[in-house]
């Protein structure tokens, strides 16, 4: 399976601001999505990020709030803008390395808003 | 919409007995059915999955069983062991997404 690295792996923001999350992979993926999970619940897909085009965002999800970059097909970026306490969570992203659909987590983004 | 419905929410086995966990999902387009393991404070591990042109799939320990006609998949563990201990989620979908189940916290005890 694909190597998956996210920074930062923990961050702790004051409300109102902004913080980007990375995503790196040591192959070349067709598919990136993004997932968020807050303490003790399942992972809900925020959005699917495709090089070349715009992402597809799901329902509850807008760009505004949640920006996404995928400039290349090993690097994805999810923003959390204008932060508020309900915005803590872990952000995972996760990528379907081949032509299956079997998607592997990264580790994930430990978010805390103050 | 979409939907998968996981139970139980909670299980608590004795070391050596077997844990099944079950999940239904609502789009009748879903093919492929995965399995995760999450432990304390780490990502979500593939554990198993299956497509729906399989009735049955089985790693060593672990099986996954589908019945596409009523919608319905499980996995079963056999031998538990008190590294099975962790929280487990099914998933329905395909290619470009997956529906995750809200989760089963499976402890064994020794």
């Known amino acids: 399976s694909a190597v998956i690295s996210q920074k930062p792996s923990r961050d702790i923001c004051q409300r109102g601001t902004s913080l980007t999350i990375q995503c790196q992979v040591d192959?070349?993926?067709?598919?990136m999505f993004w997932y968020r999970q807050q303490p003790g619940q399942s992972l809900t897909l925020i959005a699917t990020a495709n090089q070349g085009s715009e992402a597809t965002y799901e329902s509850g999800f807008v760009i505004d709030k949640f920006p996404i970059s995928r400039p290349n097909l090993t690097f994805s970026t999810l923003t959390v803008s204008n932060m508020s306490p309900e915005d803590s969570s872990i952000y995972l992203c996760?990528?379907?390395?081949?032509?299956?659909?079997?998607?592997?987590f990264g580790p994930g983004t430990r978010l805390l808003v103050l | 919409g979409e939907n998968v419905e996981q139970h139980p929410s909670t299980l608590s086995v004795q070391e050596g007995d077997s844990a099944v966990i079950k999940c239904t999902y609502s789009?009748?387009?879903?093919?492929?059915f995965p399995w995760y393991k999450q432990e304390l404070g780490k990502r979500p591990q593939l554990i198993i999955d299956?497509?729906?042109?399989?009735g049955e799939k089985k790693d060593q320990r672990i099986a996954v069983t589908l019945n596409k006609t009523a919608k319905h998949f499980s996995l079963h563990i056999t031998e538990t062991q008190p590294e099975d201990s962790a929280v487990y989620f099914c998933a329905a979908g395909g290619y470009n997404k997956l529906i995750f189940g809200a989760g089963t916290r499976l402890a064994v005890h020794p």
């Open positions: 996760s990528v379907g390395p081949d032509v299956t659909e079997t998607q592997y």
């Open positions: 299956i497509r729906s042109n399989v």
């Open positions: 192959s070349q993926v067709t598919m």
């Open positions: 789009d009748s387009a879903s093919n492929y």
